[in-house]
C-alpha cells in the first residue's frame, strides 16, 4: 500500500462503484430509520431493543447537550478519520441514549412493526435485524419533538463522534460561505431509551500479553487489598468451576468488588474480593465522581494494571498489551492457547452506574461498557457531499 492505494482509496473505490451499479441506492425522500434487534442472552431468555437511525447536528462535548462516557485512542481516530476523508460518508451510525420514561418512540416502532419491514435478517450471532424506512412526515416530525432537548449520552462510537467533529472542522476550514446546514455538520446516530429492557451491557474481560507475568508474585501484592479465594479445577470440570466463579462475583456485585483471575497453567481460578475502597484511595487519582472511583473497570486501571502490574495508562501501553473479549468462553480458549499470560474477568457495568458517572461528570476507562448487541456497519449510509444541506 502507499499514500495512492490503500484500505481507504478501496473503500472510496467500492463506495462510488456500488452507488454507480446501484448496489447502494439512495432513498427518494427524507426518511428516518427504525430499527428493532431481538436476541437471545440465555437459552430461556429472549430480548428486544428498539431504536431509531436519523442525524443528529453536532455539538461539542462542552455544549451540554451529548455526553460522552468513554476515553478514546488516538489510534482508532486516525484510522475513521481516514477512511472519512476517502469515502466521505458515515457507514456506522453511532449508539446513543435518551431518557423518556414515556416510551413515545417505542409506541411508534410498534405500530410500524406491523408492517413489512425494508430490511429482515439474522446475523451470525444469531440476532434478528429488523429496519424500517420511515419517510412519513409527520411521524418524522413526532420523533424530533421527542429527541428535542434531550440530553443524549453515547454507548459506543466515542471515536467515530470525535472523528466527525475533526471532519467538521477539516471541512469548515475548506469551504467559504457555510450555513451551518451542511452535511457535514452532523452525523448519522442511532438513538435508543435507557429506560429500554432491551438495553443490555455486556462485560469485558482483559488479557495481557506480551508481559512476564509471575502468578505468586502478584497475588502476593495483590493481598495487600484482596480477600483471595483459589478455586482449583481439572480438565472435566473446568468449565463448571468457571461458572461458579462468575456466579459468586454476579451475586456479590452490589456489596463489593470482585475479579476473577486466571493464569497460564496455572490450574485454578483465582476469586479477588476487595478489602475496601479505603485502600485504594492513595492509588487511585483524585477523581470528581464517586461512582467512577467505585467504578469496576476504573479499579482495575488503577489499582490492578497501573499499581500492582505497573503497565502505564498510556494509549500505546493498551493498544500493545491488552486485548478485550466479551465471553469467558473466549478468554479461557486464548490463555489455553498458550498466546495469553493472565485473564482478567470482571462484572459488567450497570446502566445505573453510567448515568451517575456522566452525571458526575466523570470519564469512564476504556472499554468500560459493551452494549450488546452491536449495531450493523453498512445497514444505513449517510454520504457527507458538501454541496447538499440538511432540511
Not at 94 to 101: C, E, G, M, N
Not at 200 to 229: C, M, N, S, W
Not at 314 to 338: N, P
Request: glycine share 4%; proline share 4%; hydrophobic share 40%.
Amino acid at each position: 500500500d502507499n499514500e495512492r492505494e490503500n484500505k481507504y482509496t478501496r473503500a472510496a473505490n467500492f463506495f462510488t462503484l456500488w452507488k454507480k451499479n446501484n448496489i447502494l441506492i439512495r432513498v427518494p425522500n427524507p426518511a428516518i430509520y427504525f430499527y428493532v434487534q431481538t436476541f437471545k442472552l440465555s437459552s430461556e431468555e429472549t430480548r428486544t431493543r428498539k431504536g431509531v437511525i436519523c442525524l443528529f447536528k453536532l455539538e461539542e462535548f462542552s455544549s451540554g447537550v451529548i455526553f460522552p462516557h468513554e476515553r478514546t485512542l488516538s489510534k482508532p481516530k486516525v484510522d475513521r478519520l481516514n477512511l472519512t476523508i476517502a469515502c466521505k460518508a458515515n457507514f456506522n451510525p453511532i449508539f446513543s441514549l435518551y431518557s423518556d420514561p414515556n416510551f413515545t418512540i417505542e409506541h411508534k416502532i410498534d405500530i410500524w412493526g406491523k408492517t413489512t419491514p425494508y430490511i429482515d435478517i439474522v446475523d451470525d450471532q444469531g440476532v434478528s435485524q429488523k429496519l424500517w424506512v420511515v419517510d412519513d412526515p409527520a411521524v418524522i416530525n413526532e420523533v424530533k419533538s421527542v429527541l428535542k432537548d434531550k440530553k443524549i449520552l453515547i454507548a459506543d462510537g466515542h471515536h467515530r463522534y470525535e472523528t466527525a467533529l475533526n471532519y467538521q472542522k477539516i471541512m469548515q476550514e475548506k469551504y467559504a460561505n457555510l450555513t451551518g446546514k451542511e452535511t457535514f455538520n452532523y452525523t448519522l446516530m442511532y438513538f435508543t431509551n435507557m429506560e429500554d429492557p432491551g438495553l443490555v451491557i455486556l462485560p469485558t474481560h482483559r488479557l495481557l500479553k506480551e508481559i512476564k507475568f509471575d502468578l505468586d508474585g502478584f497475588l502476593k501484592r495483590a493481598q495487600l487489598y484482596f480477600d483471595i479465594q483459589t478455586i482449583p479445577f481439572t480438565l472435566e470440570n473446568e468449565e463448571q468451576e468457571r461458572k461458579k466463579v462468575l456466579a459468586k462475583m454476579q451475586n456479590e456485585a452490589r456489596q463489593r468488588y470482585l475479579i476473577g483471575l486466571i493464569a497460564k497453567n496455572s490450574g485454578s481460578y483465582f476469586l479477588l474480593r476487595l478489602k475496601g475502597f479505603e485502600l485504594v484511595d492513595r492509588i487511585i487519582p483524585a477523581q470528581k465522581s464517586e461512582a467512577l472511583r467505585q467504578l469496576d473497570a476504573n479499579i482495575m486501571e488503577h489499582l490492578v494494571f497501573n499499581h500492582l502490574l505497573g503497565i502505564s495508562g498510556s494509549d500505546s501501553a493498551w493498544e500493545d498489551q491488552v486485548v478485550f473479549v466479551h465471553t469467558d468462553r473466549e478468554a479461557m480458549d486464548l490463555i489455553k492457547s498458550g498466546k495469553f499470560e493472565v485473564a482478567f474477568l470482571v462484572n459488567p457495568t450497570r446502566i445505573e452506574q453510567v448515568k451517575e458517572v456522566v452525571a458526575q461528570g466523570g470519564i469512564m476507562p476504556q472499554k468500560s461498557t459493551y452494549f450488546f448487541p452491536k449495531l450493523l456497519s453498512g445497514l444505513v449510509i449517510n454520504p457527507l457531499s458538501p454541496e447538499e444541506k440538511v432540511e
